[in-house]
């Protein structure tokens, strides 16, 4: 059997694969701020919810963990991916940005020149 046919039988009947997940894992690698932490990427309810130690202690003064932006893809009643940045004071998730591009938002996150995601 070659390594295709075993992937193939290797996926359970129904089972969806999510390649979305390791695609913000990778992009987050590259981001500018906060290099030496590693962040997680939570998968929630369909929705991508990426948290990461608070290096600044501006959030957290113990330095656990705080959320950092939320990726909600798109769904029936929107063609866009949708990117959520958390107002730690409000304990809110405010909407940034949408675009039918994921790599547009990933990159909002990873360069984040103005702290709005990695405070």
Request: aromatic share 8%; proline share 6%; net charge positive.
């Amino acid at each position: 059997m070659n390594a295709a046919a075993r992937v193939r039988t290797s996926v359970a009947p129904g089972q969806v694969l999510d390649f979305i997940q390791p695609r913000l894992e990778n992009a987050l690698r590259q981001r500018k701020r906060y290099r030496y932490v590693q962040p997680q990427v939570l998968h929630e309810d369909g929705q991508y919810r990426i948290q990461s130690p608070c290096c600044s202690r501006n959030v957290d003064k113990e330095g656990g963990l705080i959320d950092i932006a939320l990726l909600v893809p798109p769904s029936e009643h929107s063609e866009l991916w949708s990117l959520y940045a958390r107002n730690h004071q409000a304990a809110v998730w405010e909407l940034h940005q949408s675009s039918s591009q994921l790599q547009a938002l990933l990159n909002l996150v990873c360069v984040d020149a103005q702290r709005l995601f990695w405070p």
